[in-house]
């Protein structure tokens, strides 16, 4: 199976880091994949020294399709204030693999050596949008916990998760919303530089 993997033992000394900061004073440290200069600023690409993962909680309810195969519905845990009620059980049950979890800047993160990849520890996740196509993505389980009796799932993404961000003439990194038609040229010419290197 082809996937990203993030590269934890990478020479520090070779990739330059920024540190992103959020509202509440919480940070996460990227490595900058890519840089390209604008008329306001240097436009960076960064991608998280730690491993991101995503919560998910799980409704206890099964539903099944119109061909009897069951059909989960997973929510993807993104208030920060659910997440720092979960949090302590999620960072107990991810020390049994090692790992360690963080509440950082943007992202939850952990750091230690990831299990492998096996294909039943794969989900695809469908992201609904306001797009008419649903996006996918896949997920690598690390471990179920409860809290109040609620089932969730720790997964980390297989496809790296990445920032657009702007260092911009005042000295300050700041990031920019991929979203903007203006920022979606120069994503893509991050992304394309990044794909030739």
């Not at 008329?39 to 539903?63: A, K, Q, R």
């Not at 203006?182 to 290197?197: A, K, P, Y």
């Amino acid at each position: 199976m082809s996937s990203f993997e993030y590269n934890q033992e990478r020479d520090s000394e070779d990739i330059d880091r920024v540190t992103l900061s959020d509202e509440k004073g919480s940070t996460l440290d990227c490595y900058i994949e890519n840089a390209v200069e604008g008329n306001d600023g240097t436009y960076l690409l960064l991608m998280p020294v730690d491993v991101p993962v995503v919560i998910l909680s799980w409704d206890g309810e099964e539903e099944y399709s119109s061909d009897g195969s069951e059909i989960s519905n997973a929510v993807l845990l993104e208030d920060p204030t659910e997440i720092e009620e979960i949090f302590a059980d999620a960072k107990a049950v991810l020390a049994e693999l090692d790992l360690t979890l963080k509440l950082t800047a943007f992202t939850v993160t952990l750091t230690g050596e990831l299990p492998p990849i096996e294909d039943d520890g794969v989900l695809t996740l469908e992201v609904d949008s306001d797009e008419p196509s649903i996006d996918s993505e896949e997920l690598q389980f690390l471990k179920d916990f409860y809290h109040n009796k609620h089932k969730y799932s720790i997964y980390t993404p297989l496809s790296p998760l990445l920032f657009l961000a702007k260092y911009n003439l005042l000295g300050k990194i700041e990031l920019v919303s991929p979203e903007d038609k203006q920022m979606q040229v120069i994503l893509e010419e991050l992304l394309f530089d990044e794909m030739e290197e």
